[in-house]
């Protein structure tokens, strides 16, 4: 039996050590080094003080500004230590309603905007922690923030199509637009 035991318990603790203390640390290190912003959590700071990732949603809620895809997340929304989405399918009647209440809630606070709801102002990504939302989703809002801060429509229009970013490589996924940069460059304007 020890001549089993020693080798396997040499084994697990080199092994140990091995991915549990000196890869992470290397891959870290690496990663601080090649990749600074992102390895540091891609804070954004304003006047020297952190006001968000541009890789975790926040949760906008005041009508003056623009709102980001729901958050699965609980207890809270765009809570990072619960990462996760809901879980529910396409048929679940709990998706249905928070769908439907999440469109009453867009009308609500626009009534006047009679475009169709794009879907992801009213469905959560697979994390729940989306920074992003479409050009299309982010443009549903101008109407209501052009109204309520008295801007022009076009100059918040021509904001959003500013902070959208273009796919990776040019083909890579879908434009999108980070709701934290484009909050910050809403507050920016005058």
Not at 78 to 96: D, E, K, M
Not at 157 to 182: C, I, M
Request: hydrophobic share 45%; charged share 15%.
């Amino acid at each position: 039996m020890k001549t089993i035991l020693r080798p396997a318990l040499v084994l697990f603790v080199a092994l140990s050590v091995l991915t549990g203390l000196l890869y992470p640390l290397a891959v870290t290190g690496a990663a601080q080094v090649v990749f600074p912003d992102q390895a540091a959590g891609s804070l954004v700071e304003r006047d020297g003080q952190a006001v968000g990732s541009r890789l975790i949603g926040q949760n906008f809620s005041d009508p003056k500004h623009f709102w980001g895809r729901p958050s699965a997340t609980a207890p809270m929304p765009y809570n990072a230590t619960a990462s996760g989405g809901s879980n529910q399918g396409p048929l679940n009647p709990a998706l249905v309603d928070a769908v439907k209440g999440r469109v009453e809630a867009l009308r609500a606070a626009d009534p006047g905007n009679t475009a169709s709801v794009p879907v992801d102002l009213v469905t959560a990504s697979a994390s729940g922690l989306d920074p992003e939302i479409s050009p299309a989703a982010a443009l549903y809002q101008v109407p209501r923030i052009a109204r309520l801060r008295q801007l022009p429509l076009d100059q918040v229009t021509a904001l959003v199509h500013r902070q959208t970013e273009a796919p990776l490589a040019g083909f890579l996924g879908e434009p999108r637009v980070n709701v934290l940069a484009l909050n910050l460059a809403l507050d920016a304007m005058k």
